[in-house]
């Protein structure tokens, strides 16, 4: 029976002219979690990641804290594993009829309510035509690329370093048991309480894959500064 580990990234630069650098804080979460998965003796065989920046350096962080596992350098890349493109999505948000259009706000708090409203313009198939990678894009690609990742069913250990959508997609399909409404649900619901370098573990054996454990961050107990969601 084969092990599949799903890191979320770290925090990302939320303010920086690109977001898809890792924050100070972005590094130590990687960092604690190499250290984490060391001492309990978890190290992965083969090291996957998506194409984005905060995926590589996340990758970096932890693997340069556990000895044994594969290299920064030697870590496969799969777009397949990248996360929806947020910009897309507020940008396909229908606007106002009358008046201006609404502005992004410049706080964490309004900025992820505007982003939470603009999901359920993507999520809805009416709008489908406005985004690039509509929503039901977006979960055959992960639904694909888990499938692809485990078809082998081979023993070892795979660590994937992806992002929260991701994560919350593979989740919520597993325990929605292929009913589509369902696990669309259950996404919406776990998108937003995906932990930045949170551990979600999938076993794949006779039976397919099974989720063992969703968003696992005890490596951050009391570590309240490195406990971050965005």
């Not at 990758?59 to 594969?70: D, R």
């Not at 493109?85 to 708090?109: C, F, I, N, Y």
Request: with cysteine.
């Amino acid at each position: 029976m084969g092990q599949l580990l799903l890191v979320r990234h770290g925090q990302a630069s939320w303010d920086a002219d690109d977001y898809d650098v890792l924050s100070p804080t972005g590094w130590d979460q990687g960092r604690v979690l190499g250290r984490a998965l060391a001492s309990r003796g978890v190290v992965p065989d083969v090291v996957l990641r998506g194409s984005m920046r905060r995926h590589r350096e996340t990758a970096e962080a932890a693997l340069g804290e556990l000895p044994g596992a594969p290299a920064a350098a030697d870590v496969s890349v799969d777009p397949a594993w990248d996360e929806f493109d947020h910009v897309a999505v507020l940008d396909g948000m229908p606007q106002p009829e009358t008046g201006p259009p609404a502005e992004a706000p410049t706080d964490k708090r309004g900025y992820q309510a505007l982003l939470e409203t603009a999901l359920e313009s993507w999520m809805d198939p009416a709008h489908a035509d406005r985004y690039p990678e509509p929503f039901a894009a977006f979960t055959a690609r992960v639904g694909e690329v888990l499938r692809r990742t485990t078809e082998d069913g081979a023993p070892g250990t795979t660590a994937v370093v992806t992002s929260g959508g991701v994560i919350a997609w593979v989740t919520a399909s597993l325990l929605a048991d292929g009913d589509p409404e369902v696990a669309t649900r259950l996404w919406r619901k776990l998108n937003v309480v995906c932990v930045n370098s949170g551990l979600t573990r999938l076993v794949v054996g006779r039976r397919g894959t099974t989720l063992v454990t969703f968003n696992d961050h005890a490596h951050l107990d009391g570590l309240p500064e490195l406990t971050t969601y965005r």
